[in-house]
């Protein structure tokens, strides 16, 4: 069974803080994703990754960066939270040759900035 | 206009029920069509996914592509309380996914 593990289930956060959300997935993936999801807006892709150190914007990097240092390890990090960053954070993982349409989630991390 | 519509719900069927759950899209690119099925404080899982026009079964489950009318549809027959979940649609665009918002389905007994 594929899993992804995020390091945890809900946070809360005060406005300007740095925040570290990690992802590891344990089935060699290639590709891993950050996700957020909010009511009404469905998941929107904020990073992805092809590979150890590259990453890529998704639709809505503003906020975000991304670390991945090892092939199952992919970081999501807000440099300074905002209220407007309290969501739903999911991260997946798919092999390569799937072209990313085969994603396996972790069971995200609720985060609440205040 | 958002490249992929779906209506939130919720729906609410008896036990036993045909339920039918709908996605249109409005870019003629897409190719890869997907289901996703996520249960409440879970994250998504893939249910099934299809490649071309038409129909897939996989047990219970049938996914429908019309990419002639920009309509995917996934099919439950005999519907059971434990598939009361939210169905997320997903569509392939180059090198992402794009999600609909989900349809919040209730199957009661």
């Known amino acids: 069974d594929v899993k992804v593990t995020q390091s945890s289930r809900y946070l809360v956060k005060r406005t300007g803080e740095k925040v570290f959300l990690e992802c590891v997935q344990d089935m060699d993936h290639e590709n891993m994703f950050w996700y957020r999801q909010d009511p009404g807006l469905g998941l929107r892709l904020i990073y992805f990754s092809y590979d150890v150190k590259m990453k890529e914007k998704g639709d809505i990097p503003e906020g975000y960066s991304v670390s991945r240092e090892k092939k199952e390890r992919f970081s999501l990090i807000l440099e300074s939270a905002s209220t407007n960053q309290t969501s739903m954070y999911l991260c997946?993982?798919?092999?390569?040759?799937?072209?990313?349409?085969?994603?396996?989630f972790g069971p995200g991390t609720r985060l609440t900035v205040t | 206009q958002k490249e992929v519509e779906q209506d939130p719900g919720p729906l609410s069927v008896p036990e036993g029920a045909i339920v039918s759950l709908n996605c249109t899209y409005s870019?003629?690119?897409?190719?890869?069509f997907m289901w996703y099925r996520q249960y409440s404080r879970k994250g998504p899982e893939l249910l099934m996914y299809?490649?071309?026009?038409g129909n897939k079964e996989d047990g219970r489950f049938t996914a429908q592509v019309d990419k002639s009318s920009k309509y995917i549809s996934l099919f439950i027959r005999d519907s059971q309380p434990s598939d009361s979940a939210t169905y997320l649609c997903a569509m392939k665009s180059t090198d992402k996914l794009i999600f609909g918002t989900g349809t919040r389905l209730q199957v009661f007994p």
């Open positions: 299809t490649y071309s026009s």
């Open positions: 997946a993982s798919s092999l390569h040759q799937t072209g990313g349409t085969e994603q396996y």
């Open positions: 870019n003629s690119a897409f190719q890869y």
